[in-house]
């Protein structure tokens, strides 16, 4: 006992700690000594030890390089092994060249860029890479989903609620809540009203249920649910992603479609989704929440849904597959030896729009280097060229067909310079709203479980994803 | 103390410093430490609060914050649940460097180990082990020893954490730790699985021996597992299949045969071998089989993890599967596309084939990222063949106009390797590459200086007209590695331009001295080389050259020219190797072969971090070979029940499907043999059903989930079972497991543990070869949850095949409501297959009435309902159940006495009898002479208590609270004959 009350006088514990504690934690302390059967200052640091685990250790950067948020699941790492990514970074020039995985002599960093910063993982021992990518980048998400976006202003207004996630997160560098439903039973989203009121009365942002939802086998879903106004709607959004060549034919062309989902319906609905055309969907994925064998076996979306929004399931539709094209070009580039300068001519028209009108259409070229200025006229919508980045951005709005949207001018080119050998690319950005380019329809959605009647909706929408027109 | 002072102001001013750069509002809060020990030593829970918010917010941005250490871990017992949690990331920051304050906190967190709450249990368990602090270890492990017998999944998921955590404190630990390992592997909840194989994985991954009887359990549990865990299990479960099965590709052809589930006894596996050349274990079978599905995950690991699994295990004609998946991940995020891509390329190498139909899916977008763009242009290269070279090669025309230098480099050797590998297109190879040679871009001319001399080194002689064009780039192209590589053609091949070298080597001896080395070199060498060819022409120039190099300043250069001299000027001193120098400079030699960098890159384990790295980082397994002869596949049988063979199969169940939201109190699943299981193999089961050891010992750690293995029932009644067997029954198991009896407070509940009886709908006989039976299968009927559903298996026992099977007709009492199952359109003669419809009884006993309808065929059967399965289980306290049974006195309580059967005299017993004979949960109880279950009838949700108590003798009493009367009355008379009989 003597040994022990030497110990607290030693770290000068108030009488209150001394209070607080209770006689057994001192026999217990005690027997620490016994059982460890070494003084408490020659112990070998734990970092000695060989330590396998997932995540060590995760370090949010900046743009310029600033490590602004630091959090480590087991022993501290110091911030200098940063260095090692800040000299790939350097090298890379581009952000998006960075490797995402990295070797150091002790180390190896594991990086994701979203929002203009680096989430860079510490990693010591195997672990497979996607495995890291795909939680930093559920990390982010979780950002998102929490903050509305994911910048290092937001971060750093709500540093504490950041760290709290990151806590529940992973534990030892295993990832352990991942579900935002699990999430926000026990870290509550940041919201106006309550910081107001939280700063006045010393609320908090810890709920103060204990989450269920961890115990669950759905934990996606938290119990409990209600809503005055049940409504479920889904937006079935298309990208396609296509490379046409000079002369317009199809090079390449592939669906990207996504299922997103906004459930807000009380108690456990059970949904369950169908489709006209099935077939269509040949290659899926889905959020966890939906039975495969259903589909497997019926082709239809059998679910609880999350609470709120959720990406109920994405589909590829590849390039095997015919894939209607919505817009043609009719470019031509042209750069002259004499005169240094060049010619630019392009026209846009309808191709397979399923008569829908095609909205927020925009070309974006980035120009060779030798273009100094841009001097154009289009007949419908804006062009701007920036001389910093050389881009030419032409802004059209709506297509009308029987108004074909033409931009067409001159190029002003730096002089001594030989002529680009290359040409541009154009990338084309477009909307069709109420429609999805595949043809996929959803047939009808009904619940079970639950006797209310829900407000149902599916949206459709399709967009240029990586639509490129090479020239 | 006088020290500490001086550091701590210190500390202050740089805490001054740094939050004048900071533009938020720390600069006025962080002025002083005393202000945050003033707000933590106050009464307030707000103030403790905004202390513990700006510490938390210091350390975030790896401040120091480790000065305030006694302050803070004062309030470790806060009853605010913020503030605890802050305190708690603290503590888990600075516990290291505070090691002696630190053990004040561990009473609080020993205190949360014996809470009530599952959640509070947990969460100390994982405060605990994260306080990196040795002496603590003993503790450690006894806490985790606990935990690794909770009746909690959630706390045994936080115990199968906290095994690496104190693995890394302290190794010596380890045998310790691998006996709760092992004990948590048997552990039959999803929610643990995933974690407990990470712990094995960093502790113990060696001890393959542990996985054998929890194979077939991991294989059937995976696509229910939480997503991180299942990377960690299929990984791990690649390496088991790796040592336990054969090579599925042994012998080239085997790979379209393939024996699906084949379930056939051992004897009969061996005359099959002698007959066969190859067959595979169905265990094998199961793994692929069971990870199929999880290639439609949402989670790129998890994709990433079944496509490494199917590449290194599964037989070359059913790689292909992965291919689609894998190419759908390349629209993920550029991090993602980067790893896939990588993979993508060490696969197309050795299985061609499987990417082929994705080509298009693989070509370049001016937008991509370069490290996108070379790796997609690998994956191009590789799967270029005779058939689809041209269409590559026109896409690799577009990109040697990218303005992406680094790029069109990497296209210009793509476009080298397409020429060695496929001779047809090697001449339009090399006229393209001679095109770019005009280029404008020297960078672009470099590389294909560089390609070009790879390529002529295969057919010199037909292109000295190319060697003669290079000869005159020697005036323009300044890139040393093309200069170098142009130098060393014309040596090579100066014979075929006999006039135009020794020209050449006279413009580079004047240009000499300001050549980089590798030109220097070459230089050199083509002097050499002329020397001896040539030596009329060159022999002034060649002494001038090596002059030169005599004095050059590298060291390197000075050795070559030193070696060269004596080696082709003759003297009186150089011996007899000068007579062979030119045998030794114009050697034919071997053209290069251009290889993938990726070539090989499988013997790594794909997916891992070692794979992309290609080199192995610390803690990689490695992928073991498969052995030549497969060891006993018996070692995955586990004792319990025959039947586990057959339900090893089953594959039905789904992610998160068949459990209803209700799981987690008293849940309930059944598994039939699926529809291969066909009476050859239940006569095997017959044959196989030995006298079993009934294991006590895992008595105590029987949880529920998919598996029917079910150990509780069988010590009893082995008769019935055999039965059971007959009959192709199923089992169902339990969930609730209970603590060993002597831990204290929290072992009350031991589950209900009940066998599903299946009833026949259809007689083969009266079904004209169509047999039909049904059992309950206690499962929530997800499209409507007062329902009660009824699964039924159809047996086509005649010859032809059965059609369109469905319900017509349903007469049913009032109120009654039947959800038919799916039309089954075709069942083959000699299939089985099963369907689950719902029959809402309104909590009454009568028979739903219907028709069974085939094609050709209407039979009349129904329904009737024992009264037991007209309730699912509830999860209710012992405080909660007595004062529910407080309010259902008088007229609703039934109660009867009665003489136990003498085989039922245990709590073990009775408990299995109740919950076989009633869809009941075990209610935890306080008294080891009474046992109470609790259940709410399906449609009204009424409550059903019952109870049994013991007496002296076999005497007992049953009590049976219950709303409605009259299933009140029928449950007791089923109860009483299920204890009595």
């Known amino acids: 006992m003597n040994h022990s009350q030497g110990f607290l006088k030693d770290i000068q514990i108030s009488c209150l700690v001394v209070g607080w504690l209770l006689s057994n934690t001192a026999s217990i302390i005690l027997s620490f000594r016994v059982w460890g059967g070494q003084s408490m200052t020659d112990s070998a640091p734990s970092w000695f030890f060989y330590s396998a685990e997932m995540i060590h250790s995760l370090f949010l950067i900046n743009h310029l390089g600033d490590i602004f948020l630091e959090k480590h699941w087991k022993s501290v790492i110091s911030r200098s092994v940063c260095d090692y990514f800040f000299e790939a970074r350097e090298k890379a020039v581009d952000p998006e060249n960075v490797p995402p995985v990295l070797q150091t002599p002790h180390h190896y960093l594991i990086s994701i860029y979203r929002g203009k910063l680096f989430f860079l993982s510490v990693i010591q021992t195997e672990v497979p890479p996607l495995f890291v990518i795909e939680f930093l980048h559920r990390v982010a998400d979780t950002f998102q989903d929490y903050f509305g976006e994911c910048s290092e202003s937001v971060i750093s207004d709500n540093l504490v609620i950041v760290y709290e996630l990151l806590e529940e997160m992973l534990d030892n560098g295993f990832p352990l809540a991942t579900e935002s439903n699990v999430l926000k039973e026990m870290i509550r989203p940041p919201n106006i009203l309550r910081s107001v009121v939280n700063t006045l009365t010393g609320g908090s942002n810890v709920g103060e249920t204990l989450p269920q939802g961890q115990l669950s086998n759905i934990p996606w879903r938290r119990a409990g649910v209600k809503y005055a106004n049940n409504e479920a709607y889904f937006d079935v959004t298309e990208e396609i992603d296509a490379i046409v060549d000079k002369s317009g034919t199809t090079v390449s062309a592939e669906i990207q479609g996504v299922i997103e989902a906004c459930v807000k319906l009380s108690g456990m609905p059970d949904l369950t989704m169908s489709f006209m055309n099935p077939r269509l969907l040949d290659d899926v994925s889905f959020h966890p929440c939906v039975r495969f064998r259903r589909w497997e076996s019926e082709r239809v979306l059998s679910f609880i849904p999350p609470d709120g929004n959720f990406t109920l399931m994405t589909y590829h539709i590849s390039s095997q597959n015919l894939v209607a094209i919505p817009v043609y070009v009719k470019q031509s580039i042209n750069f002259f030896e004499a005169g240094s300068c060049g010619r630019l001519d392009i026209t846009i028209g309808p191709k397979q729009t399923m008569g829908k009108t095609v909205e927020d259409l925009k070309v974006t070229i980035h120009m060779p280097k030798a273009v100094l200025n841009a001097n154009l006229t289009a007949t419908q919508g804006n062009y701007t060229y920036d001389c910093t980045t050389k881009m030419l951005v032409w802004d059209i709005g709506k297509l009308n067909p029987q108004k074909l949207p033409n931009l067409r001018g001159s190029l002003s080119m730096q002089t001594g310079v030989p002529n680009p050998e290359e040409n541009p690319s154009l990338n084309i950005d477009l909307k069709i709203q109420q429609l999805a380019i595949s043809g996929l329809k959803v047939s009808r959605l009904d619940m079970y479980g639950e006797k209310y009647k829900p407000f149902k909706g599916v949206k459709y929408v399709t967009k240029a994803g990586k639509f490129q027109v090479r020239t | ?981």
């Open chain 2, 1 to 981: 103390s006088s020290k500490n002072i001086i550091n701590y102001n210190f500390y202050e001013l740089v805490i001054l410093f740094n939050s004048a750069n900071d533009n938020k509002i720390f600069y006025l809060i962080w002025s002083s430490h005393d202000d945050l020990k003033e707000m933590l030593d106050s009464n307030k829970d707000s103030l403790k609060l905004e202390a513990m918010k700006r510490i938390v917010a210091m350390i975030a941005r790896g401040k120091n914050a480790s000065d305030l250490f006694p302050a803070v871990v004062k309030n470790v017992a806060c009853k605010n649940i913020e503030v605890k949690k802050l305190v708690y990331v603290y503590l888990v920051r600075y516990a290291e460097e505070q090691q002696d304050l630190a053990l004040l906190s561990i009473s609080t967190f020993q205190r949360g180990l014996k809470d009530p709450n599952q959640l509070i249990r947990a969460s100390a368990l994982r405060v605990l082990s994260s306080i990196r602090v040795t002496i603590i270890v003993p503790i450690m492990m006894l806490a985790i020893k606990e935990a690794a017998s909770d009746m909690s999944p959630y706390v045994r998921k936080t115990a199968a954490h906290a095994i690496p955590k104190l693995y890394s404190l302290d190794p010596e630990q380890k045998d310790q730790l691998i006996e709760v390992i092992e004990k948590l592997l048997a552990d039959k909840t999803t929610l643990v699985a995933g974690s407990v194989v990470m712990a094995f994985e960093e502790v113990c991954p060696e001890r393959i021996d542990l996985i054998h009887k929890n194979y077939r359990k991991l294989c059937n549990l995976l696509i229910d597992v939480e997503e991180w865990g299942q990377v960690v299990i299929i990984n791990m479960l690649t390496r088991y299949a790796r040592t336990q099965f054969l090579n599925p590709n042994i012998n080239g052809g085997s790979g379209d045969k393939t024996f699906y589930g084949s379930d056939e006894d051992e004897d009969e596996d061996e005359e099959e071998k002698e007959k066969k050349p190859y067959v595979m274990d169905p265990d094998h079978r199961l793994l692929l089989r069971n990870t199929k599905p999880l290639l439609q995950s949402r989670n790129a690991a998890v994709v990433m993890a079944v496509a490494q699994l199917y590449f290194h295990l599964a037989p070359k004609a059913e790689v292909g599967v992965i291919a689609k998946a894998l190419v759908r991940l390349l629209r993920s995020h550029s991090e993602v596309q980067y790893v896939v891509l990588q993979n993508v390329a060490t696969m197309s190498i050795k299985r061609r084939g499987m990417f082929e139909p994705y080509l298009k899916s693989f070509y370049i977008r001016s937008t991509d990222p370069t490290q996108i763009k070379v790796l997609k242009l690998e994956v191009l290269t590789n799967l270029a063949n005779e058939t689809n070279i041209s269409t590559i090669l026109r896409e690799f025309q577009t990109y040697i106009k990218s303005m992406d230098k680094d790029f069109v480099a990497a296209t210009i050797q793509a476009i080298g390797r397409c020429a060695t590998n496929i001779s047809e297109v090697r001449d339009t190879c090399l006229n393209g590459l001679v095109q770019l040679l005009s280029n404008r871009d020297e960078l672009v001319v470099a590389e294909s200086v560089v390609v070009i001399k790879k390529l002529l080194q295969m057919q010199p002689e037909k292109h000295s007209d190319i060697i003669k064009h290079m000869a005159k780039l020697t005036d323009n192209i300044q890139v040393p590695m093309a200069r170098a590589s142009i130098l060393w053609l014309i040596g090579e091949y100066c014979e075929h331009v006999p006039k135009i070298a020794p020209d050449v080597l006279r413009k580079m001896a004047k240009s000499f001295t300001n050549e980089e080395d590798i030109v220097k070199l070459q230089i050199i060498n083509l002097a050499a080389k002329l020397y001896l060819t040539n030596s009329k022409q060159t022999k002034l120039l060649t002494q001038y050259v090596l002059n030169l190099a005599k004095y050059d300043q590298n060291y390197d250069i000075r050795d070559r020219a030193r070696f060269i001299r004596q080696l082709i000027v003759p003297t009186e001193k150089s011996g007899a190797l000068s007579k062979y120098a030119k045998k030794l400079f114009l050697a034919l030699k071997p053209a290069p072969v251009l290889e993938s960098p990726f070539k090989d890159r499988d013997h790594f384990q794909l997916g891992s971090l070692s794979h992309l790295l290609n080199a192995k980082a610390g803690g990689y397994q490695e992928l073991p070979d498969w052995p030549e002869a497969a060891p006993d596949p018996s070692v995955r049988n586990v004792e319990v029940k025959e039947s586990v063979r057959a339900v090893g199969t089953v594959t039905h169940r789904d992610t998160g499907a068949l459990w209803g939201p209700q799981r987690m109190e008293g849940s309930e699943s059944c598994s039939f043999p699926r529809a291969q299981s066909s009476e050859e193999e239940e006569r095997k089961h017959q044959r196989k059903s030995k006298p079993r050891k009934s294991e006590s010992e895992s008595e105590s750690d029987e949880d529920e989930e998919s598996e029917s293995e079910s150990s509780q029932s069988e010590s009893e009644d082995s008769e019935s079972e055999a039965e059971v067997k007959k009959k192709k029954k199923v089992q169902t198991r339990v969930n609730y497991r209970g603590r060993p009896q002597e831990e204290g407070v929290f072992l009350q509940t031991i589950a209900p543990s009940s066998t599903l009886k299946s009833y026949e709908l259809l007689h083969r006989i009266t079904g004209e070869g169509l047999s039909v039976e049904y059992c309950f299968s206690r499962q929530p009927f997800s499209p409507d949850a007062n329902m009660v559903a009824v699964q039924m298996q159809f047996t086509n026992n005649a010859s032809s095949d059965t059609k369109n099977l469905h319900i017509e007709d349903v007469k049913l009492q009032s109120g009654m409501r039947v959800k038919e199952f799916p039309e089954i359109e075709l069942l083959p003669a000699g299939e089985t297959a099963t369907a689950v419809m719902g029959i809402d009884f309104c909590d009454s006993t009568q028979a739903a009435n219907f028709q069974l309808c085939t094609h050709t065929r209407k039979f009349f059967v129904s329904i009737q309902p024992p009264v037991g399965e007209l309730m699912r289980p509830v999860f209710l306290t012992e405080n909660e159940f007595k004062k529910e049974q407080g309010q259902l006195m008088g007229m609703n309580e039934i109660t009867e006495k009665l003489t136990l059967d003498v085989k039922c005299r245990n709590e073990h017993t009775i408990v299995q009898r109740v919950t076989t004979a009633a869809n009941l949960s075990r209610v935890p109880c306080g008294s080891d002479k009474e046992c109470r279950f609790a259940g709410r009838t399906v449609t009204s949700g009424s409550l059903v208590l019952v109870t049994v108590a013991t007496k002296e003798e076999g005497a007992a009493q049953l009590t049976v609270n219950c709303e409605k009367m009259v299933i009140g009355t029928m449950l007791v008379k089923d109860i009483l004959q299920a204890l009595t009989q």
